[in-house]
């Protein structure tokens, strides 16, 4: 069935009328060994292996091209390839430098990376990996964290379970975050996770993510440019102030041009959540900006809603199912 769809496919790509984009959305790129994978969700991540594959496979079907540059072209009513795809990387994480680019060079595939402005140099670390490693050394020793009470029925129960199995699995702690991102808001959960921390619990993850220094690399290689992922991560879709707002949309893209030293012109809603007001906001500032909606962009589709692929690891390691993914099959 995979590879029939695999097959049949791509053999549609080019009946599709007018131009078209495929837009991937990755994060990580990690070993299947690393030890990063202890704190980390299993949608989070590709090999540098798969990512590999993936790059041999898109090469031969698509012109693979900067996201802002085939946003400029299709505004000016430029010439498009019929089918193109551009590369993006959320979050801004350290493997990105360090086994992404690698394999970029080596196809010479351009890629976006969106990075979020106040966590470069920040020391800081995104609060779902922050609760996983909490439950991680609840696992390991019953007791050693204290969770605040509204936060016991999200964990608790997946603890319970975990202990009666004797593996705290990947996917149940998936699934905590999940929930604990559908319970509270996003100030109130990061409040909570940094209330149920012991002293110092999350600067060893503090390294993770990419330093001034490490952007400064990576753009100055041509293949990668940069997106605003907003200043603290803030998914946007609750009841969001206008200083917040300003804050993750427009301070946000001002400090990241002062470190990346180029201009900064699209946008990615964290965990794909918008509102009216901040689209708004965003169309003012930037020529595009990603979701995380799965599908297919082309000239026809609004620019500061563009949909994506996401891919990972467990559902993109073999070309048959890399290609049913892009497909938007699976
Ligand atoms: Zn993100």
């Known amino acids: ?138 696992f390991a020793e019953p007791g050693s964290v204290v969770y605040p009470r509204v936060l016991l029925p999200v964990v608790e129960p997946a603890l319970t379970a975990a202990r009666s199995r004797g593996e705290l699995e990947a996917d149940a702690v998936d699934r905590v975050v999940k929930s604990a991102k559908a319970a509270f808001e996003e100030s109130v959960i990061r409040e909570l996770v940094a209330a149920a921390e012991p002293n110092g619990a999350c600067t060893a993850e503090s390294s993770e993510l990419l330093s001034a220094e490490e952007v400064a690399r990576l753009g100055a290689t041509g293949l990668v440019r940069f997106g605003c992922h907003t200043a603290t991560h803030y998914r946007l879709g609750g009841q969001t102030s206008r200083e917040d707002l300003e804050r993750e949309i427009v301070h946000s893209r001002a400090r990241l041009q002062e470190i990346c030293g180029q201009s900064v012109d699209l946008f990615c809603y964290p965990n794909g959540e918008t509102s009216p007001d901040a689209i708004d906001m965003v169309r003012r500032h930037y020529i595009g900006a990603v979701t995380t909606r799965k599908g297919w962009h082309s000239v026809s589709r609004d620019p500061h809603l563009i949909r994506r692929i996401g891919v990972h690891e467990d559902m993109s390691n073999s070309r048959d199912s890399f290609l049913s993914r892009v497909s938007a099959l699976l």
């Open 1 to 138: 069935m995979l590879r029939a769809a695999a097959t049949v496919a791509p053999l549609t790509w080019r009946l599709r009328p007018g131009a078209a984009l495929v837009v991937l959305s990755y994060h990580r790129v990690l070993a299947a060994d690393s030890p990063a994978l202890w704190t980390e969700q299993p949608t989070m991540y590709v090999s540098p292996k798969t990512l590999d594959l993936h790059l041999s496979e898109l090469k031969r079907r698509f012109e693979l091209v900067h996201l802002d540059e085939w946003l400029r072209r299709a505004a000016e009513g430029k010439p498009l390839p019929p089918l193109a795809c551009a590369i993006t990387f959320d979050d801004g994480w350290r493997d990105n430098l360090e086994f992404a680019l690698p394999v970029l060079r080596e196809h010479g595939a351009p890629a976006t990376i969106f990075l979020v402005s106040s966590y470069i140099d920040g020391g800081q670390n995104f609060w779902p990996n922050r609760l996983m490693r909490l439950m991680r050394m609840s």
